[in-house]
């Protein structure tokens, strides 16, 4: 039986000339404030220019196909985005060209959220009605609570404290971060943020962690928003006397803007400016063991 499974994400410019269309893609009719598109495109000259989004889903996908067909050569995985090439329209119009027996359709995303995970499968859907399919895929919205999945958080927890200085590790406070969505989202029942806490939790508890925290990153700029935000966390524990913390942005399966530089620049400068040690836990993006948590779910969402 030939399965297609299609990994679905966000999207980002994979060259410095894409940044601007990528924007404006995502902003839909939705004006930039004066001065925002010069100073996003600043961001992404910070980090080489461009998102590693699209590669690393690449090799994702590869690193997936080649777990999920140990024993069976029946898998192929695609890789479609939402708001940047390749298109999850298109990349359905090839996946059915294949006419495979089934499809699978996985977010990128671990936590389900209507900001995110919901318009993944809006596009799904509106996709598959415009290309005329009558394919029923299988949808993985989120996979949280897959124990593999919080193996390969808990690991990066442990390589980043490995990568404290030793004097400052008993006094390292680990923060865990998630990208941040509107407080209304959650008052209208947006699971989300709940899905996060509790997958915390778990690793916190896994890593056997004292003094560990959530704080909510990258969130907008007005309304009301989740909160603790890192920022409001880093001037806590400064105030507190700690010297050193540890973020692990257990919100993102893949390095991108959000931790390259939401994180790894002014995340870290507020660190340091504010006389902490920054330490960043490794994403996870091809890890094995996260690999793995991704085969298991479609074995158990197939099954």
């Known amino acids: 039986m030939k399965t297609a499974v299609l990994l679905m994400g966000f999207g980002g410019p994979g060259r410095p000339e894409d940044v601007e269309p990528f924007m404006r893609r995502m902003m839909g009719d939705r004006p930039l404030p004066p001065g925002r598109m010069d100073e996003i495109k600043k961001r992404y000259d910070l980090i080489g220019g461009k998102s590693p989004l699209l590669d690393i889903t690449k090799k994702q996908a590869r690193a997936l196909e080649e777990a999920l067909n140990t024993g069976n050569d029946g898998y192929r995985v695609y890789v479609g985005m939402l708001n940047w090439h390749p298109f999850i329209a298109e990349v359905l119009g090839t996946i059915l060209e294949e006419n ?9 995303n671990p936590y389900f959220t209507m900001a995110s995970t919901g318009r993944y499968f809006a ?12 394919v029923e895929p299988i949808e993985i919205r989120s996979y949280c609570d897959e124990p593999l999945f919080i193996d390969a958080l808990s ?49 916190a508890r896994q890593s056997g962690l004292d003094r560990w925290h959530l704080a909510w990153q990258s969130s907008g700029k007005t309304g009301k928003w989740l909160e603790p935000d890192v920022d409001g966390i880093i001037e806590k524990l400064s105030i507190e006397g700690r010297r050193s913390i540890l973020v692990v942005p257990a919100g993102f399966v893949s390095d991108h803007i959000e931790t390259l530089y939401d994180l790894d620049i002014k995340v870290k400068e507020k660190t340091e400016s504010m006389g902490m040690k920054y330490q960043r836990a490794p994403s996870l993006n091809v890890r094995s063991s996260f690999i793995n948590a991704l085969a298991q779910t479609v074995h158990k969402h197939i099954a």
Not at 123 to 134: A, M, V
């Open 100 to 108: 495979p027996d089934r499809l699978v359709a996985l977010s990128l």
């Open 123 to 134: 596009e799904l859907e509106r996709s598959l009605q415009g290309l005329g399919s009558p």
């Open 155 to 203: 690991e990066t927890v442990y390589e980043g404290l490995c990568g404290v200085d030793e004097a400052l590790r008993e006094d390292t406070d680990v923060v865990f971060t998630a990208h941040n969505i509107p407080a209304e989202m959650v008052d209208t029942g947006d699971p989300y943020a709940d899905q996060v806490r509790e997958t915390v939790h778990k690793v």
